[in-house]
Nanobody, 126 residues
Framework: QVQLVESGGGSVQPGGSLRLSCATS????????MAWFRQAPGKEREGVAI????????FYADAVKGRFTVSQESAENTMYLQMSSLKHEDTATYYC???????????????????WGLGTEITVSS
């Protein structure tokens, strides 16, 4: 059973930076499609980035492209989301998600991921 645990959330001023972590366990061997989603109060959950561990490539949502970067530390079984130039509209609970690799990862949506973390909250406020 794959378990995902997010950390690194908090409060930050507009223009600031944060790095989220997603620690994984129980994944065994093989590749996965990994993703970051977010859900703002009163809004639907939306995709932020999808990371294809087989291709080592990442697809970013337009809203975060150029500001957010996904990376992975394989030795630590951890995926990171580096967020910079944060805006008020980035305020949300951020979730890490995973599913056994399927092609193409970047077309997967909310309902396609089997494993989810509990989320970590980000508040961007002045």
């Amino acid at each position: 059973q794959v378990q995902l645990v997010e950390s690194g959330g908090g409060s930050v001023q507009p223009g600031g930076s944060l790095r989220l972590s997603c620690a994984t366990s129980g994944s065994g061997r093989g590749h996965y499609c990994m993703a970051w989603f977010r859900q703002a109060p009163g809004k639907e959950r939306e995709g932020v980035a999808i990371f294809d561990t087989a291709a080592n490539s990442t697809f970013y949502a337009d809203a975060v492209k150029g500001r957010f970067t996904v990376s992975q530390e394989s030795a630590e079984n951890t995926m990171y989301l580096q967020m910079s130039s944060l805006k008020h509209e980035d305020t949300a609970t951020y979730y890490c998600a995973a599913v056994r690799w399927r092609w193409p990862c970047f077309r997967l949506g909310n309902g396609d991921f089997d494993y989810w973390g509990l989320g970590t909250e980000i508040t961007v406020s002045s």
